[in-house]
C-alpha cells in the first residue's frame, strides 16, 4: 500500500451525545476502509470535553496543538455540558479555537432531503430538496470582541462587535461562487440583513456584487436573514448554495437540515482549502444532554461528515459507497433511529450502515 492512502485522523468525541456517535462513525470509517484498500492511524484525544474541564479548569490542554499533532483530518462529535460549564466557555476553548487556530474559514453544511426521511414539509420527494450552506467560519458575529462596563450596576454597559474583514468575506464568497459553478443551477443565495444592520451588512451586500461580476455564469440573489428562515421553510426546493456570514450560517445549517426530516443526519466540514492546517469534520448538532446517555442518537450526522472527510481526503468511491449505505439503511424504519420515526438505536443503525458497505 502506498503511503499516500494511511491517514492520520484525530478523534474527537467530546461530550454527551457526540462520545455515542462517534464510535458508529468510525465503525463505518473502519469498514469503508477494509473494503476501499486505505487504512487510518487513528489518534484518540479525552480533549476538548467538559470532563476535561472539570479536571483542569479548561476544556484543553496547553500544547493541545503539539499533541494533535499534523493529521491528516480531526474527526470531532460534540461538545457542551452546560450543567457544569458555560456553554459559550466549552464552545470557545474548543470548536471555536480549532477554527480560527486551523484557519477552517469554510464551514459546508448540505441541506439534502434524503430517501426514506420522513419530511415535515408537505408534497417534497427526494431530490427536490438539495443545497450548500456555505458559512463563514472564524470571523463575523462570532468574534468575541467587546466588552462590559459597570458590571453590576445600574449603569452596566455590554458591547459586542461583529468584525468582518475583506480578505475573510472575499474568501468565502470566492469558495461559494466556485462552488455553485461545480453545480447544474449555478445560483448563489447571499443570507444579509442590511436593512436593520446598517454598517456590516451593506458592506458585505457590496463584497457580494464584486464578487458576482466574477462570475457571469452563475446566477444570484439575496434575502433578508428573516425572510430566508421563512423562504427555507416555506420553498426549499429554490435554493442551491447559500453563502452566510457566521451566525447567519449557524441558524441556517440547523434550519434547513429540521425542514428535512431532523438535524441528527446533518454533517458539516469546517475546511482550510488551501490544505495547508488539517480541516474538521463533526455533525452539525450539539451534545444534546436530554437525550445523552439513552443510546438512543442518530449516528447518521456523524457518519455523513466521515464521508465529507473521505472525499476531503481524496476518496471518493469510500465516500459514495458510504453515502449509499446511509440511504439505505434511512429507507428502513427498522433501522432509523426515533427522530425519524424509526425504532434502532444508536448501535443498530451504526452497524447496519457499515454492514451496508459495498
Ligand atoms: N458537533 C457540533 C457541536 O458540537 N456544536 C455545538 C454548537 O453549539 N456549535 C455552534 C457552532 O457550530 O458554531
Not at 100 to 129: H, K, S, T
Request: hydrophobic fraction near 40%; include cysteine; glycine fraction near 8%.
Amino acid at each position: 500500500m502506498s503511503a499516500e492512502r494511511n491517514y492520520k485522523i484525530s478523534v474527537i468525541p467530546g461530550d454527551g451525545i457526540g462520545k455515542e456517535v462517534m464510535p458508529e462513525g468510525v465503525r463505518v470509517l473502519e469498514r469503508a476502509a477494509g473494503l476501499y484498500g486505505f487504512t487510518l492511524d487513528q489518534t484518540w484525544h479525552d480533549f476538548a470535553n467538559c470532563d476535561y474541564y472539570a479536571r483542569h479548569g479548561q476544556m484543553m490542554p496547553d500544547d493541545w496543538k503539539a499533541q494533535i499533532g499534523d493529521p491528516h483530518a480531526i474527526f470531532f462529535g460534540a461538545v457542551g455540558w452546560p450543567d457544569t460549564v458555560p456553554d459559550h466557555i466549552s464552545l470557545w476553548q474548543s470548536i471555536l479555537q480549532f477554527r480560527r487556530e486551523y484557519d477552517q474559514y469554510i464551514n459546508l453544511r448540505p441541506v439534502r432531503l434524503m430517501p426514506g426521511v420522513p419530511c415535515p414539509l408537505a408534497g417534497r420527494e427526494p431530490g427536490d430538496i438539495d443545497f450548500w450552506v456555505v458559512r463563514e467560519n472564524t470571523e463575523g458575529e462570532y468574534s468575541s470582541v467587546g466588552g462590559k462596563m459597570f458590571p453590576g450596576t445600574p449603569r452596566e454597559i455590554v458591547m459586542q462587535e461583529t468584525v468582518m474583514t475583506r480578505h475573510g468575506t472575499e474568501r468565502v464568497l470566492r469558495y461559494a461562487f466556485d462552488l455553485a459553478r461545480t453545480r447544474e443551477r449555478r445560483h448563489v443565495t447571499s443570507a444579509t440583513k442590511s436593512n436593520g444592520i446598517a454598517i456590516s451588512m451593506p458592506w458585505w451586500d457590496e463584497r457580494v456584487e464584486e464578487m458576482a461580476a466574477h462570475y457571469p455564469d452563475v446566477t444570484h440573489d439575496k434575502y433578508h436573514i428573516d425572510i430566508l428562515c421563512a423562504q427555507f421553510v416555506m420553498n426549499p426546493d429554490r435554493f442551491d448554495v447559500v453563502v452566510a456570514s457566521n451566525l447567519f450560517g449557524d441558524i441556517l445549517s440547523d434550519l434547513g437540515p429540521a425542514c428535512t426530516g431532523t438535524i441528527g443526519v446533518a454533517p458539516s466540514a469546517n475546511i482550510n482549502p488551501e490544505r495547508t492546517t488539517p480541516s474538521l469534520f463533526e455533525p452539525v448538532h450539539g451534545s444534546a444532554p436530554d437525550i445523552a446517555g439513552k443510546g438512543i442518537a442518530n449516528p447518521i450526522g456523524q457518519i455523513w461528515s466521515a464521508a465529507m472527510m473521505l472525499e476531503h481526503l481524496g476518496e471518493p468511491d469510500a465516500a459514495a459507497a458510504i453515502m449509499r449505505a446511509v440511504e439505505t439503511v434511512l429507507a428502513e424504519p427498522g433501522l432509523r433511529t426515533r427522530d425519524l420515526k424509526g425504532s434502532a438505536d444508536t448501535e443498530q443503525c451504526g452497524r447496519a450502515v457499515a454492514e451496508a458497505l459495498s
